[in-house]
């Protein structure tokens, strides 16, 4: 029998430095959405890629740049620590912007907090910029940094991208897979529809609620048809918020339904029937088993 391996790997960069369109490349089906907008997403699960025996977690690490908040706070720290905490870490560079100042912070974050976990180096857009220019910025980058390996790509031909997924897959620790083979597939699926509801909510709702709710898709059935009927449901903190999430005669939770379905069906490609529940699950914040599932360490929030 051949050894399995399974491993995570925390993708951190500056906003727009690609991590969504390189993960759709290596993850190979679109299941990470790419977005012009900034920290729209929480800690967690971005995409799984299979490669060989090996089983490669893409996690997320948003919050990293604007702490707000006791949950942001402790994202923040989730964040580098979760990025210690996963098995190798991928900075991505933007080729054509180089050692920005917010580049050069996350170095400076990684230094403190990386602490044994490797780091490769990825210089992506290589599209953009000439060969020369590269090479200079690969020695600068690392000067600045003791990198474990540099890799140039650029995530949207896909060049080099190969050979980084390669990298990983043997880089990823021997063990059993994380999750079973089947529900690869559609894991990601169920969350990418709770993120595109999540993200709904956050748009129409005053900003305080939204970090105070979370949205789970509870089941996920495939119709005939070819449409596919998706139940979910929105937690919120307290009973007063359950109201707010509603609005009038349901008028708000109708509205962010009517979005939420038409994003999920355009992404999906066909008809998508979105039942959403709300329900209140009192301190769901203080849960540290939800911490947990979203990859946060519930004590970060107290320090
Ligand atoms: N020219 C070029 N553009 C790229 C490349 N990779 C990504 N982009 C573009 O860069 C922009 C940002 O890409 P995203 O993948 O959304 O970046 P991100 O890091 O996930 O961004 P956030 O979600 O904001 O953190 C998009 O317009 C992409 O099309 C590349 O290799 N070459």
Known sequence: ?????????????????????????????????????????????????????????????????????????????????????????????????????????????????????????????????????????SQQLNAAFDFTRTFMISAEKGYGCDDLLDWLAQEVPEGPWLYPEDQVADLPMRMIAAEITREKLTLRLHEEIPYQLTVETEKWEERKDGSARVDQIVYVARPGHKGIVLGKGGETIKAIGQAARAELAEFMGRPVHLFLQVKVRENWLDEAERYNEMGLDFRDGDA
């Not at 951190?12 to 490349?25: F, Q, V």
């Not at 720290?77 to 050069?104: F, N, P, S, Y």
């Not at 990684?110 to 210089?123: E, F, W, Y």
């Open 1 to 137: 029998m051949t050894q399995t391996r399974a491993g995570f790997v925390a993708l951190i960069g500056e906003p727009n430095a690609g991590k969504s369109t390189l993960l759709n490349r290596m993850v190979g089906a679109k299941v990470s959405i790419v977005t012009h907008k900034v920290q729209t997403t929480r800690a967690r699960i971005r995409g799984i890629a299979m490669q060989g025996d090996s089983q490669i977690v893409f996690v997320d690490t948003p919050g990293i740049f604007r702490p707000r908040r006791r949950l942001d706070r402790s994202m923040v720290k989730a964040a580098w620590g979760g990025a210690a905490d996963a098995d190798v870490i991928l900075l991505l560079i933007e080729a054509h912007r180089g050692l920005t100042d917010g580049a050069q912070a996350i170095i400076d974050n990684l230094r403190q907090h990386a602490g044994q976990t490797p780091v490769a180096l990825v210089i992506n857009k290589i599209d953009r910029v000439k060969s020369e220019a590269l090479l200079a910025l």
